[in-house]
């Protein structure tokens, strides 16, 4: 009777070994499916939740929601290239001109700007809106801007970015959402 014990002792132990293991396992796939289904929204995100209301890249040939002047632009008379970006352009060109100083320098840079988004029309309205705002920051970035950026083509490329990017932070700080995708010169000059 002693050799009947000794013979199940090892089987016992390898049956709560295989069920500690399969338990660990279990374990570990419901946990990962867990937090593969919260990844995808399946999830702990709250009933009702939605994706906050942005403005959408706008297809060449769709309809925008948000036309800003829908009386002084009929874009039923305008015809879509094939070509190029899938997207549409639009643009907020800026009533007034700029006036700035250049940075350590008695230089002078003048000019006129307009900026392009290919999203709907909440951004030129958002543009329109805020202005003042937008004007500010833009002669904050003329002002630092150095002479030899004025006169270089590498340089006007830099500001441009940089326009785009202090635009782009005024929308955000009052809309949520930037959406200037590059600035344009009208005029340029430098004294």
């Known amino acids: ?14 049956g709560k070994l295989k069920m500690v293991v399969g338990a660990l396992v279990l374990l570990g796939v419901g946990i990962g499916g867990t937090v593969g289904a919260m990844q995808l929204g399946y999830v702990g995100t709250p009933a009702g939740a939605q ?10 040939g769709a309809e925008d929601p ?11 008379t305008f015809v879509d290239g094939e070509g190029g970006s899938e997207y549409r352009t639009s643009y907020y060109s800026f009533e ?17 700007l307009a900026a392009s988004t290919r999203h709907d029309g909440r951004v030129l309205q958002w543009l329109k809106r805020h202005e003042l705002a937008v004007r ?4 904050v970035e003329l002002a630092n801007t150095p002479e030899d950026d004025a006169y270089s083509v590498e340089g006007k490329q830099r500001l441009q970015e940089r326009l785009a990017k202090a635009i782009n932070r005024v929308l ?8 200037v995708d590059q600035v344009h010169f009208r005029t340029y000059l430098v004294q």
């Open 96 to 112: 007034e001109g700029f006036t700035a100083n250049l940075k350590d320098s008695a230089g002078l840079v003048q000019l006129s």
């Open 1 to 14: 009777m002693a050799d009947k014990n000794t013979d199940e002792e090892p089987a016992k132990k390898g």
């Open 136 to 139: 500010s920051a833009i002669l």
């Open 172 to 179: 955000t700080e009052k809309e949520g959402f930037g959406g």
């Open 66 to 76: 948000y036309r800003v002047d829908p009386d002084a632009d009929d874009t039923s």
């Open 51 to 60: 994706e906050p209301d942005k403005p959408k890249l706008l297809a060449k």
